[in-house]
C-alpha cells in the first residue's frame, strides 16, 4: 500500500510564476489537509478538503492560493503569481476517517521562489 | 486556536526523561503526538480520544486530561533516535471549525 505521494519533491519557480503541488492521498483516505512550514517553525494549517469540497480554508491567504480535490486524480495545490515569502515547505496529510484516524503526511514538496 | 506546547525546546542526555505539554482554550475531541526529524515528514505517534485516556508506544506515552484541556507526551529512558521536533494536534470538541492544528513545536535534543 503506497504511503501519500507529494510531487514535485522540489520546485524552483521566479516571482510571478505559477506553482503547483501535487497529493495523491493513501487508498482509501477521502480526507486531505495541506500545511505550510517555513524553516525552523512549525506547520501552519492551510485548508481542508474531502473528496470534490473545500471543507475549511480559513488557513489559506485569500489571494493567489487554491486548493481542489476533485473526484479523480490528486489534491492541488495552486500558488499563482509567487513572492519570495512563499517558499517553504508544503505538507499534505491524508486520513480516512476526520475525527479517529491519524493523519499521513506525505513528504513534503519545498518550493523556492527565487 | 493553536494549541500551546511546552517548553520550546528541551536538551537531555542518553537515559534521561523528559515531558512535554500540549494545551488549549478550546474543548477538544482528540489530541494527537507526531515527530518530525529534521528535513522529514511528520511521523504519527500515538492518538487520544477519551479524557483521561493514556496510551503507550514503547518508552514514549502519553495522557490527556479533557477537562484541562491538555495532553502530556512522556519521554522516558530517552533513545538518541528520541531527537527531532514534537508536535501535539488537536481536533476541537464543538461543531465550530473542522481544521486540525498543530502546536508551535517542541525541540528535544538528545545527546550521547
Known amino acids: 500500500n503506497a504511503g501519500v505521494m507529494q510531487n514535485p519533491r522540489h520546485l524552483v519557480r521566479r516571482r510571478g510564476q505559477e506553482a503547483r503541488l501535487r497529493c495523491s492521498p493513501m487508498?482509501?483516505?477521502?480526507?486531505v489537509y495541506w500545511y505550510r512550514q517555513l524553516p525552523e517553525e512549525g506547520l501552519k494549517f492551510m485548508v481542508y478538503?474531502?473528496?470534490?469540497?473545500?471543507?475549511?480554508e480559513s488557513g489559506m491567504p485569500k489571494e493567489r492560493f487554491s486548493a481542489e480535490f476533485p473526484k479523480e486524480g490528486p489534491s492541488i495545490l495552486r500558488i499563482q503569481q509567487v513572492v519570495r515569502g512563499d517558499s517553504a515547505a508544503y505538507f499534505c496529510?491524508?486520513?480516512?476517517?476526520?475525527?479517529?484516524?491519524?493523519?499521513?503526511f506525505g513528504e513534503g514538496s519545498r518550493l523556492t521562489v527565487l | 486556536q493553536q494549541p500551546v506546547q511546552s517548553p520550546q525546546a528541551v536538551i537531555l542526555r542518553e537515559g534521561e526523561d523528559a515531558v512535554i505539554n500540549c494545551s488549549s482554550s478550546k474543548a477538544l475531541y482528540s489530541v494527537h503526538w507526531y515527530r518530525q526529524k529534521h528535513g522529514e515528514a511528520p511521523v504519527f505517534l500515538m492518538i487520544?480520544?477519551?479524557?483521561?485516556e493514556q496510551k503507550g508506544h514503547e518508552k514514549i506515552s502519553a495522557s490527556f486530561n479533557e477537562k484541562k484541556q491538555q495532553s502530556s507526551l512522556y519521554l522516558t529512558a530517552s533513545q538518541l533516535s528520541y531527537s527531532g521536533t514534537y508536535f501535539c494536534?488537536?481536533?476541537?470538541?464543538?461543531?465550530?471549525?473542522?481544521?486540525?492544528?498543530f502546536g508551535p513545536g517542541t525541540r528535544l535534543s538528545v545527546l550521547p
Open positions: 496529510a491524508t486520513a480516512r476517517d476526520r475525527l479517529t484516524g491519524e493523519l499521513f
Open positions: 494536534g488537536t481536533e476541537r470538541g464543538d461543531n465550530y471549525g473542522q481544521n486540525f492544528v
Open positions: 487508498k482509501g483516505h477521502s480526507h
Open positions: 478538503l474531502q473528496k470534490e469540497n473545500i471543507i475549511d
Open positions: 487520544l480520544l477519551k479524557g483521561g
